[in-house]
């Protein structure tokens, strides 16, 4: 086996006016807007009564989320429309702005589906998912005898 070492953002000391050819590839913009699949960001946490789940969603509205639960598959997803009109003197030109995503999460059987809120404040959307009452972390002390 052989293992080959990229110099990536470096130029070669073959040929120092070629940099690599990969890192070409992954940085072109062209590339990166078009072909990467842009979700929010999710932050998962777990306390003793429920699970928060908060994703970074700037510039919606509470209005542009669908939230909905199929059997244990928790599915959060947006969609948002804009589009600019100029009006010249003898041409129209529009812009056409469409962004949407789809996140789903895969819920344990411990929570409590009737107990799921979400809220959205400051381009975050939490949400918060609480656990079965048989589920939660349940303290006692253990008598020796």
Known sequence: MTLVKFNNGHKSAVNPWFSDVFDSLIND???N???VNKVPA???AETEN???IELAVPG???EDFKISLDKNVLSVSAEKKT???DEGKKYSKREYSYNSFVRSFTLPETVDYA???AEYTDGVLKLSVAKKEEAKIQSREIAVK
Request: proline share 0%.
């Open 50 to 52: 429920e699970f928060h």
């Open 33 to 35: 807007e078009r072909f």
């Open 29 to 31: 913009s062209f590339l």
């Open 83 to 85: 589009e600019n009109v």
């Open 42 to 44: 999710v932050n998962i």
């Open 60 to 62: 919606l509205k509470k």
């Open 115 to 117: 107990k799921i809120g």
